[in-house]
């Protein structure tokens, strides 16, 4: 089992930026997070669950929801178990609970919405203000 924490989010003005984290514990020792594509998912109030990133086990492959390309990055240190998304140019639509999650299958898969994700969660609220 592994749990995995969010942390990061908050209020900020548009234009601005945030950087969450997503710490995770319990069955991470000898390497195993690092077998673990990470994924950065959000939800906005009254809308679906969205893909916003993924990262690939090593952390050298990173894909983008369109939406966010050019303003998001993801990335991860194995050594701490943790994965991140620095957010710059922040916009008022980019308000959502962010949401990191854990899978073995590849990022591409993740990105393309054909991977498992095997655990989530619960998630950090980031609010944009105009």
């Known amino acids: 089992q592994v749990q995995l924490v969010e942390s990061g989010g908050g209020l900020v003005q548009a234009g601005g930026s945030l950087r969450l984290s997503c710490a995770a514990s319990?069955?991470?020792?000898?390497?195993?997070?690092?077998?673990?594509?990470m994924g950065w998912f959000r939800q906005a109030p009254g809308k679906e669950r969205e893909f916003v990133a993924s990262?690939?086990?090593?952390?050298?492959?990173?894909y983008y929801a369109d939406s966010v390309k050019g303003r998001f990055t993801g990335s991860r240190d194995n050594a701490a178990n943790t994965v991140y998304l620095q957010m710059n140019s922040l916009k008022p639509e980019d308000t959502a609970v962010y949401y990191c999650?854990?899978?073995?299958?590849?990022?591409?898969?993740?990105?393309?919405?054909?991977?498992?994700?095997?655990?989530w969660g619960k998630g950090t609220l980031v609010t944009v203000s105009s």
């Open positions: 319990g069955d991470t020792s000898r390497g195993t997070f690092a077998r673990y594509a």
């Open positions: 999650a854990a899978s073995l299958s590849h990022a591409s898969e993740i990105f393309r919405g054909t991977a498992g994700m095997k655990y």
């Open positions: 990262i690939s086990w090593s952390g050298a492959t990173t």
